[in-house]
T-cell receptor, first 112, second 109 residues
Framework: DGGITQSPKYLFRKEGQNVTLSCEQN?????MYWYRQDPGQGLRLIYY???????QKGDIAEGYSVSREKKESFPLTVTSAQKNPTAFYLC???????????FGDGTRLSIL | RKEVEQDPGPFNVPEGATVAFNCTYS??????FFWYRQDCRKEPKLLMS???SGNEDGRFTAQLNRASQYISLLIRDSKLSDSATYLC??????????FGTGTRLLVSP
């Protein structure tokens, strides 16, 4: 079945540590996105990529980094510079400019 | 003014009721619109796209009013399984989708 796979489902970060969240899709979608959702709040865009080897900052990119070396993969690194990383992280992709996004099932990140 | 605004609810309705949610958006150049459903601690799932002429999918009807800059979602014959948070999503241009904070629906027996 085609879809978006995020891993791990749960992740714990120690102080000063960088952690990487995985996002893989086999939908052949060009555009991929990373969002953060805090309790009771809407989704906020961290980074997006429209094509391999290209990505753009979203509204809350500080403390995060991404790469897009393959069409299928768009990993997100939460760096130690992100002081409040506890949130639900969602990866999404879509096929075209005016099409809806489809989401992976998310990664919950907490601080130890 | 927020780019996309929704009444957070919760809307408490009995089974079988009809319930409607509105969502307003601020960017008049917005091109496409969607409703998503999000269950507690799960990812959002696409419920339906919203077309200019309005569209229906079973018990769900979506409407777009460009002049007043709002979209609506009507749910008829509510089921217990409809209990969720409904997210309004607006494409505001150049790869940017803006998500509302969601309207929570609780359907009771």
């Amino acid at each position: 079945d085609g879809g978006i796979t995020q891993s791990p489902k749960y992740l714990f970060r120690k102080e000063g540590q960088n952690v990487t969240l995985s996002c893989e899709q086999n939908l052949n979608h060009d555009a991929m996105y990373w969002y953060r959702q805090d309790p009771g709040q809407g989704l906020r865009l961290i980074y997006y990529s429209q094509i391999v080897n290209d990505f753009q900052k979203g509204d809350i990119a500080e403390g995060y980094s991404v790469s897009r070396e393959k069409k299928e993969s768009f990993p997100l690194t939460v760096t130690s510079a992100q002081k409040n990383p506890t949130a639900f992280y969602l990866c999404a992709s879509r096929t075209g400019e005016f099409q809806p996004q489809h989401f992976g099932d998310g990664t919950r990140l907490s601080i130890l | 003014r927020k780019e996309v605004e929704q009444d957070p609810g919760p809307f408490n309705v009995p089974e079988g009721a009809t319930v409607a949610f509105n969502c307003t958006y601020s960017n008049s150049a917005s091109q496409s619109f969607f409703w998503y459903r999000q269950d507690c601690r799960k990812e959002p799932k696409l419920l339906m796209s919203v077309y200019s002429s309005g569209n229906e999918d079973g018990r769900f009807t979506a409407q777009l009013n460009r002049a007043s800059q709002y979209i609506s979602l009507l749910i008829r014959d509510s089921k217990l399984s409809d209990s969720a948070t409904y997210l309004c999503v607006v494409h505001t241009g150049f790869q940017k989708l803006v998500f509302g904070t969601g309207t929570r629906l609780l359907v009771s027996p």
